[in-house]
């Protein structure tokens, strides 16, 4: 049996700070690299020292951070073992101290959070805003009740993109899909009294976003994001108001029951007006380049767009009772177009940065072998499994749509288990709104594919750099827009398209942008 320690650690060249270094310089790939020059070094002394076991030698790792000893999990079979310990292995510590920074709440309110961190059983206000997050992102009616919304959004944002009489129109696609996203997810979340109505709130909230990372770190943030905190108190004192005037309660059963959650545990309205902030930043941040890099990795292969227009074009319906009107079922989109599940999520592979991070509560072993000692953190970085080699196969760093497909077989690999895919996170902290992200970027993602060619400016596309990412950011972000032109699809000029929900009978109209929902 093999003896219990401590995993084994990296070191820098330059003492203490080095990892400080390299985290700057190389941001969200930084522990995917430390990753492969310790496999490298730990081989070779693996062939020179005998007695030590090889088959885990790499599967985690400790960086000795300023004042932070942190574990660094590489290995979907250890991951599978950090989520059997839920409770010494915690979240929510974690998530108590991103609050405490990011959303500038009272000393008072801070103190109610981590209360709730310290209770035995799921009790406390974490626990129960948590719950109140999980039951109407889950699939059924209050899910739908918000897809309604969102997706009557999408739609009007498309409809009206090509102007009336027009062609084509060029457009800057990063700054248009963010517009899209943000008012679609936010009128499903808040209401007709959504805040983000506003242009000019919304644009705080992402000047607010850029500032997160000075945020998170907390070196004197009052000048290191200082636009940041001001953007955060615009963005605060606008919740503020909502909730002040019981607009909550017109709003989505997730923002009602969340707000029910905060008052119960006694939660004012200055306090969780900030909180409401930055709950905002997991609605979405991601869902945006997730979009783009969609249409982006799409467009940019003619035979792959070829193929999806023909897999969607077999589930699509067309009525000419009252003019041509095409509908596509967001249902039967994932149940029906594998190749379109596939692509999904192969750009979520390829261009996911995700880390879920845990908070050791107590000395743990894992699996017989790596002691964890009690304060230490966790880290998960979904870059270092997504660009494993030996989980993937030898084009681990290409973009391959039909990865995904059930009749893929990878090359000189076995079929990569579920822990291996972790763009959203997994265990206790499984993303709950996975299903809504899903079904807003397909159905943006679709209609572009279906209604529309795309053209880049410069005429070609070129990969945009990514290395201004947010280091809290789960998918890569480009770091420069791209201006493309927008044409109508040749052959589907004319006509109406629609959407609808399975098993529902609303159907989703591309041109009424008043219809009740």
């Excluded at 879920?356 to 509560?361: E, G, H, I, K, L």
Aim: aromatic share 8%; glycine share 6%.
């Amino acid at each position: 049996m093999a003896s219990i320690q401590e995993p084994p650690s990296v070191k820098t060249t330059i003492p203490y700070v080095g990892h400080v270094f390299g985290i700057m310089q190389s941001k969200f790939n930084y522990f995917a690299e430390l990753r492969q020059v310790f496999r490298t070094l730990r081989e070779d002394l693996l062939n020179i020292v005998s007695g030590m076991d090889h088959k885990n030698a790499y599967e985690i790792f400790t960086v000795n951070m300023p004042g932070q000893k942190m574990y660094i999990v590489a290995s979907p079979k250890l991951i599978h073992a950090v989520e059997k310990h839920p409770k010494t292995l915690a979240y929510l510590p974690v998530e108590a101290k991103f609050v405490g920074r990011v959303c500038g709440i009272s000393t008072a309110a801070q103190n109610i959070i981590e209360k709730s961190i310290n209770e035995e059983g799921d009790l406390g206000m974490l626990h129960e805003v948590h719950a109140a997050m999980r039951a109407p992102l889950k699939p059924g009616a209050e899910l739908d009740s918000m897809n309604r919304v969102m997706i009557q959004n999408v739609a009007t944002s498309l409809n009206s993109l090509v102007p009336a009489g027009e062609s084509s129109v060029r457009i800057k696609l990063v700054d248009w899909l963010r517009h899209c996203v943000t008012i679609a997810t936010t009128n499903s979340v808040y209401g007709p009294s959504n805040p983000f109505r506003d242009r000019e709130i919304e644009d705080a909230f992402w000047e607010f976003e850029r500032n997160i990372f000075s945020l998170v770190m907390g070196v004197l943030p009052s000048i290191t994001a200082r636009k940041g905190i001001a953007a955060r108190a615009k963005v605060s004192k606008a919740f503020e108001q909502y909730f002040k005037n019981d607009s909550h309660t017109e709003g989505s059963i997730l923002v009602i029951e969340k707000y029910k959650a905060a008052v119960k545990n006694g939660v004012s309205i200055e306090d969780w007006a900030p909180y409401e902030v930055g709950s905002a930043i997991a609605v979405l941040v991601n869902t945006t380049p997730t979009v783009f890099w969609m249409i982006f990795l799409v467009f940019s292969d003619s035979k792959l767009l070829a193929d999806l227009r023909t897999e969607i074009e077999s589930v699509m319906t067309i009525s000419t009772d009252n003019g041509i009107v095409r509908s596509l079922d967001i249902t039967q989109l994932k149940q029906d177009c594998p190749l379109l599940s596939s692509t999904f999520q192969e750009v979520l592979r390829y261009r996911s940065v995700a880390a879920t991070v845990r908070q050791v509560m107590e000395d743990t072993v894992l699996n017989d072998s790596w002691l964890l000692k009690k304060d230490s953190i966790l880290q998960m970085p979904s870059r270092i499994i997504h660009t494993t080699e030996s989980i993937w196969g030898d084009d681990v760093d290409e973009f391959n749509a039909r990865r995904f497909l059930k009749e893929y077989v990878p090359k000189n690999v076995k079929q990569p288990s579920p822990a291996a895919f972790r763009a959203f996170g997994g265990g206790t902290t499984l993303c709950p709104g996975r299903h809504f992200a899903t079904t807003e970027v397909l159905a943006i993602a679709t209609m572009f594919i279906m209604r529309y060619d795309i053209t880049p400016l410069t005429g070609e596309w070129s990969l945009p750099t990514v290395e201004s990412t947010n280091m809290t950011s789960a998918i890569m972000t480009p770091d420069n827009d791209i201006e493309v032109e927008v044409s109508l699809r040749k052959g589907y000029e004319e006509g109406e398209w629609a959407f609808g929900l399975k098993d529902s009978e609303k159907v989703f109209a591309m041109d009424v942008e008043g219809e009740e929902n």
